[in-house]
């Protein structure tokens, strides 16, 4: 089954008619062609739609999706109307992910880049290992999250639950609501104008007229780089 053209222009990928593989590799073309917005139909809770993109295009997926959707996208926009099983934008480099709806556990895991936004809530281990990447949650956020979180912001305008940040290194975390419980190595640190000024453009970007002065924010104490004795009981 071939992919068709709607009047608006964008290309229709029908999974009601169209295999998985077909689909993704149509997206994965879209480099050498001149195509830059797509849309997904009848994901049907797929997994993995819309992976492994690297070209400034559009794709929207109408829908909920599986796991891994959008992962290892680079230079991309994906849209998904629905909601996102695990892995959603998974070792993303570049681009944005939109999820309207709820994601599953460790969204945006060990990406380097780009910009998820998840409407919605997060469940556990939302940004486990993230090494750039910029997270804006709107709703809530699980327990483990941002575990040994390296590089990047997770922002999260609810509320977030046990162990956030154990072990973090550099990453910023940005928490509008309550705070279950710290990780190892996890503390409150001062917002300075600096943070203020980040928080704000990552806000204006994902879409909400929350205040970055409403925050707090939470970063690594710096203890836990090195194995010392001293702090063995944090392990």
Do not use: W
Not at 27 to 56: C, K, M, P, W
Not at 116 to 132: D, P, Q
Not at 203 to 216: H, I, N, W
């Amino acid at each position: 089954m071939t992919a068709t053209a709607t009047a608006q222009d964008a290309v229709t990928l029908d999974m009601g008619s169209m295999e998985l593989r077909e689909v993704n590799s149509t997206l994965q073309a879209a480099a050498a062609t001149n195509r830059t917005q797509f849309e997904v139909l009848n994901t049907l809770g797929s997994h993995a739609i819309a992976v492994g993109l690297d070209a400034e295009i559009k794709v929207t997926v109408k829908g909920s999706t599986g796991y891994y959707c959008a992962g290892m996208n680079k230079r991309a926009t994906v849209h998904v109307t629905g909601s996102v099983g695990p892995g959603v934008a998974e070792n993303m480099m570049s681009g944005t992910v939109i999820v309207d709806g709820d994601a599953s556990q460790y969204a945006g895991a060990t990406a380097h880049g780009g910009l998820l936004v998840i409407k919605g809530n997060a469940s556990s281990r939302c940004g486990i290992s993230m090494k750039g990447i910029d997270i804006v949650v709107h709703g809530n956020i699980g327990h483990m999250s941002a575990f040994m979180a390296q590089k990047g912001n997770l922002v999260v305008l609810g509320d977030a639950g046990d162990a956030l940040g154990d072990s973090l290194y550099e990453a910023r975390l940005f928490v509008r609501g309550s705070v279950k419980s710290l990780g190892a190595d996890c503390i409150e640190k001062e917002m300075r104008p600096e943070h203020l000024e980040l928080l704000k453009d990552l806000l204006d970007r994902s879409g909400t007229d929350a205040k970055p002065e409403e925050f707090r924010r939470y970063g690594s104490a710096r203890k836990l780089y090195h194995f010392n004795v001293d702090h063995a009981d944090a392990y």
